[in-house]
């Protein structure tokens, strides 16, 4: 299985996605510069985190206009598996691909710290190997993360099954003190309407070798080689 | 022609100054000359009353690969692969707009590490305010950390460690320091020394406008917030990251002879260092550099310091191939000049000559002084005073004492600042800031790993500037061997007030000379650094705050040890038994005097006990370690519990004696060589033995149980009411 990691000016998680993916995950991997119009020949995307130029005006508010971006909104129509973390989540939003926004952390302050996630679902192509309610320890590093959507929207969003992660404490309860930045209802990521595409704050491309504190992301980034598996059967 | 007096303090020059570089140029110098003159004799760059000074410190070592004199040091640490770096003040800049100030120093010294054809993979910082008790300094502490965490996180550079510290004299002087670490091939080592005439010098990044005019002179002078405002430049990380990015794709081809930076005193400092480093000369006109204002004349274009701008010097026939890399990066960029044969720094503005002088005029030729060195009386009677004629703590105050201590400035916990710097960028940090006495960053590609660490006792170097300046080099040593790292080397930033006055030269000198020595013993040779001086207000210096980054090797990146200590673990005290409390935290927070002599320190004891920890660690003996540095013994096992949150029972009683009998010095006097271990009870004989082996002194505390200290009938101490009281002392505003 072949993933693609998208590079904007700015993009600084992309080392960390590529390495997760060969290094953690064992799997083929390459770098996608967002002038490129075309990601053919890959099976999976990743947009990674990082301050996509320079995060000015708004977090992912210029990058979704890059070339390459036009070619991810047709990989995702078409059912194919996308992943967006932390800036690439906020890059996702601000594209339309997912519904949402991340607004300023409540603290104001930028927070780099290990949390916990609940799975909340196993309909999405990163979370289908994952037993919905486990808990992952994951990191977070960003100053705009703060999950929010308009109250009918957030009551579709759980009515259709698209809320995929959220913070709780080490024993799968969500608490406000488990919510490192004010989300809404402790969302920390969330999927489009088919599933396919998923963004999360946290950061699973950091979390690939228990070296590094832990390797829960390797849950979420393998579990979509089972969907590639079966389509491949 | 004759130049005013007014004309030379703008460029910060004295009249002796003036008629040197008259008589070196058999002429009056052109008003770009002066400026340019003025900027690389300045303090900052030409480093005039500490380069005499500097050349005390061991330079060399199997291991150097890159002393000082370019934009990094680089040591060998296997693998083909190098590390470079460099810590540098931005001091100056900070005390007047904090967020700018410190996130500019973070790309100043990030472009040193890629300069050198490094990838920075991790920044320290160490920083100096006065009490929070002020709003003016929770504003600078606010703010620099703003600016740091900004700059750094958005360039996806983890931030693992530094140090914090809290003096009344820092209160209109903070210090600034941030030092980067970057991992570069050996063949890939880039050199800033032009060569080659014919050459092009290529000019890219961030348009020229006119910020920073004179920063390089401002930083050198008392009270710049009065005479140099507007100076200041911002930075754009995001330009810098596209540099970034863009100069490591480019030293992958063979066309660039060099790079070079434009940090402290803008073009001028960049092409006259290339230029002298090489034996070159280098001509360019100032028509051809992309300006963000109108209007900009030859001075100002040659003396801004705006930010995020590199000097390449290319093969012509590499031009097109140099520029295609930039322009994928959307980074612009001017040719603006050659390479010559004739050593002169030729400045042209649309093609008359501005400025023609030999580059060595500006470097080499830069006069150097040596001041009258005096210590202050003043200081000397405050080291003599005698802490031991003190009442000893009543026992009962134990509990206060220590949870006041913990709580301190000084000691408590960083989390609060720590929690805005990203550390887990990268994926290398494998020991995080607050997890241990030094970072642990893993080298991708290999088994081994680096420890790093900032540090510095001011007080100690205050009151005794020799011993001081030793115990800077030996803690932040003994910091990364806490980890089980082997120091390598380091690098240092030297802040201290108006050389120009005998007491502050004294302690420059006093304190470069015992941290040279401890360099020596230790064998952690100096590969880089910086100078900063005139910190000071209304005549008052700043402590004297040789920060010293430290960085230790690690084979295998498995064996390293945090500071947590383990339910169920023994606690050695490793070193010596007898602590003092002169220059104590203890003496400042209870009894409210900076006075009484550091600790002595015996540097083959230091080694010792170093290499007894490092062997201990990488034999996989021991659970953690950490040095005993401010608040004593008390407060290190206090802050090893707090991280295993874990209470113990120990027995101090044999520490009695030797602290003559009294309880304060017992717990909470200080002392150099000290590290306290955490050891599973089976394992115990061995380290024992390995100690008794290296004829380093040892003695089993006690062990590791319950949820309070438990100490020779003391009161108890909670590990809860410990924990809250470190964890909540520091608080961001």
Known sequence: ?233 | MTVTDQTLREVALTREEYDKIVALLGREPSPVELGMFGAMWSEHCGYKHSRPLLRMFPTEGERVLQGPGENAGVIDIGDGLGAAFKIESHNHPSAIEPYQGAATGVGGIVRDIFTMGARPVALLNSLRFGPLTSARNRYLLSGVVGGIGGYGNCLGIPTVAGDIYFADSYSSNPLVNAMAVGIVRHDMITRARASGPGNLVVLVGADTGRDGIHGATFASVDNPEESHRGVVQVGNPFLEKLLLEACLELLETDYVVAMQDLGAAGLTSSIVESASRGGVGIEIDVAHVSRREEGMNAYEIMLSESQERMLVIVREDGLDAVREIFERWDLNSDVIGKVTEDGNVRVLEHGTVVADVPATYFTDECPTYVRPSVEDPAVAELRAFDPDILPDLNPDQFGDTLLTLLGSWNICSREPVVRTYDHTIMSNTVLPPLDGDAAVVRIKGTNRALAMKTDCNPRYVYLDPYVGGQHVVAETARNVACTGAKPAALTNCLNFGNPERPPVYYQLEQAIRGMAEAARALETPVISGNVSLYNETDGVPVLPTPTVGMVGLIDDVERHVGMAARRGDELILIGPRSATLGASEYLSMVHDRVAGAPPGIDLQVERTVQEAVIELVAGGLISAAHDTSEGGLAVAIAEMLIAGDTGAELDLSPLSEANGGRLDRMLFGEAASRVIVAVEPARRDRVQQKLDDRGVEHLLLGRCSGDSLRVNGLPEVPIEAMSAAWRTGLVLD
Not at chain 1, 49 to 61: I, K, N, P, T
Request: with cysteine; net charge negative; charged share 20%.
């Open chain 1, 1 to 233: 299985m072949k993933f693609g990691v998208v590079t904007f000016p700015g993009s600084n998680g992309d080392h960390d996605a590529l390495s997760a993916i060969e290094l953690g995950l064992r799997e083929e991997v390459a770098p996608i510069w967002h002038k490129e119009r075309s990601v053919d020949g890959f099976d999976a995307l990743i947009i990674p985190g990082g301050f996509s130029y320079g995060d000015y005006l708004r977090g992912g508010a210029i990058a979704r206009f890059s070339p390459i971006m036009d070619a991810v909104a047709e990989f995702a129509a078409a059912g194919k598996p996308v992943l967006g973390m932390c800036n690439g989540f906020q890059i996702l939003t601000e594209a339309g691909l997912l519904p949402g926004a991340l607004l300023r952390n409540q603290s104001l302050r930028f927070s780099c710290k290990w949390v916990n996630v609940r799975v909340e679902t196993d309909r999405t192509p990163f979370t289908q190997a994952i037993d919905p309610g486990t808990v992952l320890r994951l990191p977070i590093a960003h100053g705009e993360g703060r999950y929010f959507v308009d109250p009918e929207t957030l009551e579709q969003l759980k009515a259709r099954d698209q809320i995929v992660f959220r913070y709780t404490d080490a024993h799968g309860v969500e608490t406000d003190e488990a919510n490192p930045n004010g989300s809404l209802d402790n969302i920390a990521g969330v999927c489009n309407e088919a599933g396919n595409v998923v963004g999360l704050m946290p950061h699973p491309e950091r979390a690939y070798d228990a070296l590094l504190g832990g390797d829960d992301g390797l849950k979420i980034l393998g579990s979509v080689l089972r969907q590639h598996a079966r389509q491949v059967a």
